[in-house]
């Protein structure tokens, strides 16, 4: 849900006559400092129903979307980021005047909407989404058998209408008909799914808050496996059946998402979410994502066997970035940091390095005159949003700096805090900062600014200190190799 918006009225909408009112234009931007032209103001999104077509050969896409949203203001006209080619437009079950410029649906209703009020907004559209270009980028990928929406920051806009920043959080249904013998994979609980005159549709539904980021779809031949984790919820893992020697090591890393899940809640808190799974796509994706409620991961992870410590990323990404996600891209250690640092602690849990030993031997590899150094964590700007080093190592460290500070029952009490009170919501690095104080009763700003905001390499304290600046001499864990390969694939992103 959109965050600091106005109240939710009920009742009925009262809307004026066309051309009445004194309702003004949403904005176009919701101000992300990083990506500018994001998202609209002026309403907020509740839920998409998302009832879609698709041909793989050719790339082609049809269907309408209809969107339940609530006004934030008295509203004249008000735009959604979407690059595809509407055909109509109903607000209210009434004709809207529309036209599309710059990946933006630009929407006049036939009466001024008025603020705190319920709107249904109805969009059928077509298109090729492999043939749109939103702010310099082609984000939908077409396969030799299907399709991939999966990317960050922007996926949506490439085949549904969404006010595109995850400030404005919804539920989804995501209905999608392929061809017979066609698979079509998105987040949460499959629904049901039934074939008709040689289509198949599917029938997704996520009914908790979800970024438009992390909503995506998987179209392709999957072998799909559904079984049911100890806790009760639906697991879904899919495969792509070109996958080839790669299969067995990607199923050995997935099919433990319920116990990385189970162990990762021990020290983080409930998982947020309704179902679990993961997604191995044959080609098209070159690193992983977090979407919601079911990872997708590159099999470039699995190449040397398989690989638990992306999907303790990932799905430590299901607390950090979709549960408790970004008030703007600036704050983007809050996912990668911690994501991160959910791998050191299960190299730790695993006997495979300590939190310690990982701190000492990334805090050597590289010297203080590199320029990762100059990148500040909290605030990498766009072209650093992915830097390995910079966001997800530093990340890390900057953690594991706090957890030695405060010690371990206050560090964890900080974590689960956090996630407690951020559920579903949007978060920044300075709410973070004020909450460890808050909770540890220690001074622990300077510390994380040094290690967030401070450009250069940061002095740790002796007991904390690597026993040398020279990185040979510091003790490698055994999962540094995975780590530093999984860390270099999971940043290629951008």
């Known amino acids: 849900m959109l965050v600091a918006v106005a109240t939710m009225a009920a009742g009925v909408l009262l809307a004026a006559p066309a051309g009445a009112g004194t309702g003004s234009a949403g904005g176009q931007s919701l101000g992300d400092p990083y990506y500018p032209a994001d998202g609209n103001t002026g309403y907020d999104v509740k839920h998409y129903d998302l009832r879609l077509k698709y041909q793989p050969g050719a790339d082609q896409l049809s269907g309408t979307a209809t969107i339940l949203a609530t006004t934030?203001?008295?509203?004249?006209?008000?735009?959604?980021?979407?690059?595809?080619?509407?055909?109509?437009?109903?607000?209210?079950?009434?004709?809207?005047?529309?036209?599309?410029?710059?990946?933006?649906?630009?929407?006049?209703?036939?009466?001024?909407?008025?603020?705190?009020?319920?709107?249904?907004?109805?969009?059928?559209?077509?298109?090729?989404?492999?043939?749109?270009?939103?702010?310099?980028?082609?984000?939908?990928?077409?396969?030799?058998d299907g399709a991939l929406a999966v990317q960050e920051p922007h996926i949506a806009a490439f085949w549904y209408p969404a006010n595109d920043h995850p400030l404005d959080k919804a539920t989804y249904d995501v209905s999608i008909a392929v061809p017979d013998g066609t698979e079509a994979i998105s987040n949460g609980v499959l629904a049901s799914k039934s074939s008709k005159a040689g289509w198949t549709r599917w029938n997704w539904r996520s009914t908790k808050p979800q970024a438009t980021y992390l909503t995506f779809l998987t179209i392709g031949h999957y072998d799909i496996r559904s079984s049911t984790a100890p806790n009760g919820q639906p697991v879904i893992t899919a495969y792509h059946k070109d996958?080839?020697?790669?299969?067995?090591?990607?199923?050995?890393?997935?099919?433990?998402?319920?116990?990385?899940?189970?162990?990762?809640?021990?020290?983080?808190?409930?998982?947020?979410?309704?179902?679990?799974?993961?997604?191995?796509?044959?080609?098209?994706?070159?690193?992983?994502?977090?979407?919601?409620?079911?990872?997708?991961?590159?099999?470039?992870?699995?190449?040397?066997?398989?690989?638990?410590?992306?999907?303790?990323?990932?799905?430590?990404?299901?607390?950090?970035?979709?549960?408790?996600?970004?008030?703007?891209?600036?704050n983007i250690w809050l996912n990668e940091g911690f994501a991160s640092y959910a791998e050191w602690l299960w190299s730790e849990a695993k006997g495979e390095g300590t939190a310690q030993e990982l701190f000492d031997y990334y805090y050597n590899s590289k010297p203080a005159s590199d320029p990762s150094w100059q990148i500040p964590t909290g605030d990498p700007g766009p072209d650093g949003q992915f830097n390995s080093f910079a966001v997800y190592n530093r990340g890390a460290m900057a953690l594991h700096q706090l957890r030695l500070a405060v010690g371990d029952d206050k560090f964890f009490e900080i974590i689960r805090t956090w996630t407690a009170q951020q559920r579903y919501g949007n978060a920044t690095n300075e709410q973070f900062i004020a909450l460890a104080e808050k909770v540890s009763g220690k001074p622990v700003y300077g510390l994380l600014s040094e290690w967030l905001f401070t450009k250069g390499r940061p002095v740790v304290a002796a007991k904390s200190a690597a026993r040398s600046f020279a990185a040979h001499t510091v003790t490698v864990p055994k999962s540094v190799a995975v780590l530093d390969r999984t860390h270099e694939i999971l940043a290629s992103q951008h």
């Open 72 to 144: 934030t203001q008295d509203l004249s006209s008000f735009s959604f980021d979407f690059g595809l080619t509407a055909k109509s437009v109903l607000v209210n079950n009434r004709p809207a005047q529309f036209t599309s410029k710059d990946a933006k649906l630009l929407i006049t209703p036939a009466a001024t909407l008025a603020k705190s009020t319920p709107i249904t907004v109805v969009v059928e559209y077509s298109g090729v989404p492999s043939e749109v270009t939103i702010q310099g980028e082609k984000d939908w990928v077409k396969t030799p």
């Open 243 to 330: 996958l080839g020697a790669s299969t067995d090591a990607a199923a050995a890393s997935l099919e433990r998402t319920p116990e990385i899940l189970d162990w990762e809640s021990k020290l983080f808190g409930p998982y947020p979410f309704e179902a679990q799974g993961g997604v191995v796509p044959a080609t098209g994706i070159g690193f992983a994502l977090e979407d919601q409620t079911r990872p997708v991961y590159s099999p470039k992870f699995f190449a040397g066997g398989s690989n638990t410590s992306v999907v303790v990323h990932e799905n430590a990404h299901q607390w950090f970035g979709d549960s408790v996600s970004v008030a703007n891209w600036r």
